[in-house]
Nanobody
Framework: QVQLVESGGGLVQPGGSLRLSCAASRSIFSTYHMGWYRQAPGKQRELVARITVAGSTNYADSVMGRFTISRDNAKNTMYLQMNSLKSEDTAVYYC?????????WGQGTQVTVSS
């Protein structure tokens, strides 16, 4: 079973930036479309960005222009560059396949945007 490990979260002030990483235990990015998801307290998990096997990207309207998804196939790692962070971006961020989350969820990485 493939393991996904998210990292890079933390506490940041509004307007700040973070880069999240998602490390896969083996090569999967040439097989699966991938997504970054987030879950805020009391809310359902939502997709914020996706990247296809071919490298096409899509973003939720709420993060368009601020977040950038990318990957490094050689490192089995996917990234989410988050700029101009807002308080409403506070959540636990996860990675998984897309459109269906076929792999076991990792522990996620907490992002807190607060002054």
């Amino acid at each position: 079973q493939v393991q996904l490990v998210e990292s890079g979260g933390g506490l940041v002030q509004p307007g700040g930036s973070l880069r999240l990483s998602c490390a896969a235990s083996r090569s999967i990015f040439s097989t699966y479309h991938m997504g970054w998801y987030r879950q805020a307290p009391g809310k359902q998990r939502e997709l914020v960005a996706r990247i296809t096997v071919a490298g096409s990207t899509n973003y939720a309207d709420s993060v368009m222009g601020r977040f950038t998804i990318s990957r490094d196939n050689a490192k089995n790692t996917m990234y989410l560059q988050m700029n101009s962070l807002k308080s409403e971006d506070t959540a636990v961020y996860y990675c998984n396949t897309n459109p269906y989350a076929e792999l076991a969820w990792g522990q996620g990485t907490q992002v807190t945007v607060s002054s």
